[in-house]
């Protein structure tokens, strides 16, 4: 085995930002130096958005950190500390000097490091139990700065935090998106209207709704959003502005808008805020201001009276003015797509039109609730040249799973499905299990005859990161091998990714020919944007699958692509936009994508 020395004892990057966001949270609790409370922000977000594990470049290949604006000699070296102690000793002193508990305050709506000190040095509130108990007995409207407003907003937030932990799936944030903006241009005739915020770019889980408008009459769509049926609750109404909160707890906020603004606005309220900083930095830079009306002139590094509004009306006017090329919504993350775009370079995003098949679907065999003709029916409706059929293995009995016997039976079956159908290759395969010790759920004689195996844990996320790490890479370098689906086997706002290596899991799947999946169900989206270009650095290879138990579930795997276009992938990173013949040739392992 070729792993067990480096698998030992690394962090991921999310837990090192998250030691460094925490101690820029008590620095500014504490009213520290806000020059260090901003550098630790900004080292963590760079660290988790890292598309190699920071712990172990800080020891091996520290290069490779020193390259990365905003990564110094000081953080390198606190980088280096954690991974090689496993702890921080500014991070623990620092922790020493506040109550354990202070910092879940963060975790409210609207609560920031001021008011939190505020809080806990006048009223000596150290958890959420503390604060609204103080705020039901209207203790907190007695602060500077505070009154019944904030302590009824605090107890809404506290509500909020308590039964949606604040974040939604994007699933759920696009469909309720979407049913709201068709519910405005039903009732009110607009001019333009789109979805802007973390649901344009496509993240993984929502925080709430932005939507832009422009209209004949902004009092009449102003009526229209607040009025919709699925208001629980109005945070505010305005002339041009609006803020409701859902049925289900997500909060919506309308913005109606100039023509000549709508493009500066849909740019501004898209863009995550470190690419906002990094582009009025940039405009700064070449002599113009930008904000959500548009971009305008200085005047030799002065404002002009008014400034000369030079774009505005379209985000294309204000990218090629900057000299960028227009950045596709999700990549506007401060990744290095600013960069990219000033030469030209950024990737050429994978569409969903690109992909040719889906190589991830179950059956009635095991927990499916379709036949082998209805699936490979919906994939002719689709447009696939190819489908798989990948059932559970027996070691999921709640599943139903095959043993032997019974896939030797499916092969044969589906070759008989396939003898009937000419409009679509169904290939053979199986979602094999990937056991405690990395052992397969199935012998390698029957694999030996699939198509296409696809290897998975269901089972035991409670090892170590050590042990699962070289559980999954001995499964990886069986040759009959083709796929490690749901790498991380995360749940989204449900369960945690079991502790695992990626990075080397990454590296043993590009050595051993295996690819890694994108799995596009909206429940997992699993590799993640930031593992999946860290594979594509890496030279592995993906394959972006449904893994649909029904018909219905075909469709996510347009979900896999958004996932895909946010880790910066093209169609030559996916194994099944590949025509069948060169599907086929990787599969067998005779090519791996070579570039």
Request: net charge negative; proline share 3%; charged share 30%.
């Amino acid at each position: 085995m070729r792993v067990a020395g480096a698998v030992a004892g690394l962090m991921e990057n999310r837990d090192l930002a998250r030691i460094f966001s925490e101690i820029a949270d008590i620095l500014e609790i504490q009213e520290g130096n806000p020059f260090r409370i901003r550098s630790f922000r900004r080292a963590a977000q760079i660290i988790r958005d890292l598309s190699f594990n920071g712990a172990h470049a800080s020891q091996e290949e520290p290069e490779k950190l020193r390259s990365i604006s905003g990564i110094g000699e000081g953080t390198i070296s606190k980088i280096r500390e954690i991974a090689e102690t496993g702890r921080s000793q500014e991070f623990e002193d620092l922790k020493r000097e506040i109550p354990p508990s202070l910092l879940t305050l963060l975790e409210l709506q609207n609560l920031g490091p001021k008011k939190i000190r505020l809080l806990w040095k006048t009223l000596n509130i150290s958890t959420i139990d503390e604060l609204e108990k103080a705020a039901r007995e209207e203790q907190v409207r007695s602060l500077p700065g505070m009154g019944g407003k904030s302590e009824a907003k605090i107890l809404k937030a506290i509500e909020a935090h308590r039964l949606l932990q604040g974040r939604f799936r994007l699933d759920d944030g696009i469909e309720v998106c979407q049913g709201l903006m068709d519910y405005l241009r039903l009732k009110v005739k607009v001019k333009r209207i789109a979805a802007a915020g973390s649901v344009r770019r496509r993240r993984e889980t929502v925080g709430d709704i932005d939507i832009l408008v422009t209209c004949e009459s902004s009092a009449e769509v102003i009526d229209a959003f607040t009025g919709y049926s699925d208001v629980k609750e109005v945070l505010a109404k305005g002339d041009t502005k609006a803020s409701v909160v859902l049925s289900r707890g997500l909060q919506a906020d309308l913005r109606v808008l100039e023509d000549e603004s709508f493009g500066a606005s849909l740019q501004y309220f898209t863009g995550s805020q470190a690419h906002n900083v990094a582009l009025r930095e940039r405009a700064k830079r070449m002599g113009y201001k930008i904000s959500e009306y548009g971009l305008f002139r200085l005047d030799n590094g002065g404002e002009k009276d008014p400034p000369e509004k030079v774009a505005g009306e379209s985000e294309e006017d204000i990218y090629r003015l900057l000299k960028l090329s227009l950045i596709p919504p999700e990549l506007r993350e401060n990744r290095g797509e600013i960069q990219k775009a000033e030469t030209g370079r950024l990737p050429d995003l994978i569409k969903l039109g690109d992909i040719r098949g889906d190589l991830h679907m179950h059956t009635k065999a095991t927990d499916g609730r379709n036949t082998i003709q209805e699936m490979a029916a919906a994939g002719i409706q689709a447009g696939y040249q190819y489908i798989a059929i990948t059932d559970h293995s027996k070691a999921l009995a709640m599943a139903r799973g095959l043993d032997e016997k019974r896939l030797l039976d499916q092969i044969e079956e589906i070759d008989r499905v396939a003898s009937q159908i000419s409009e679509i290759h169904i290939l053979k395969g199986i979602e094999v299990d990937i056991l405690s010790e990395g052992e397969l759920d199935l012998s390698d004689e029957v694999l030996s005859r699939l198509d296409v195996v696809i290897a998975s844990v269901h089972s035991r996320f409670n090892l170590s990161r050590k042990e699962m790490t070289l559980r999954i890479c001995r499964a990886l370098e069986n040759p009959n091998v083709n796929i490690l689906a749901h790498p991380t086997g995360r749940l989204l706002t449900r369960r945690a990714p079991y502790p695992v290596d990626l990075e080397q899991v990454i590296k043993t799947a590009r050595e051993n020919r295996v690819c890694l999946e994108i799995n596009a169900y909206p429940a997992r989206l699993d590799l993640s944007d930031v593992h999946c270009r860290m594979a594509c650095d890496q030279g592995a290879l993906i394959s972006i699958n449904s893994d649909s138990h029904n018909l219905q579930m075909l469709r996510y795997i347009e979900y896999g692509v958004f996932t895909a276009r946010r880790g910066w992938l093209e169609a030559k990173d996916v194994i099944n936009t590949f025509p069948l013949e060169e599907l086929t040739r990787v599969l067998k392992k005779e090519e791996y994508g070579e570039r």
